[in-house]
């Protein structure tokens, strides 16, 4: 499965979130790190959904950029 993973950096980190699969987030000190263990955190939060007999969410949300002019 393949899902959007939305990365947002901080004045010290980087946090990292799924939105399709609330409460799976991750932060980090540096962009690598946190697309790191968001991927695991994906995987870890899947486990646990198959675990507790839980329907996986299919991957529904994808991103677009929209260009405006600078003011």
Request: aromatic share 8%; charged share 25%; with cysteine.
């Amino acid at each position: 499965m393949r899902y959007v993973v939305i990365v947002e950096e901080g004045e010290t980190s980087y946090g990292a979130y799924v939105p399709d699969l609330p409460g799976c987030v991750a932060a980090a000190e540096t962009q690598e790190e946190v697309l790191r263990l968001i991927h695991e955190a994906i995987e870890f939060h899947l486990e646990g959904l198959r675990e507790a007999g839980l329907p996986v969410p299919t991957p529904a949300s994808h991103s677009e950029y929209v260009d405006v002019p600078a003011v």
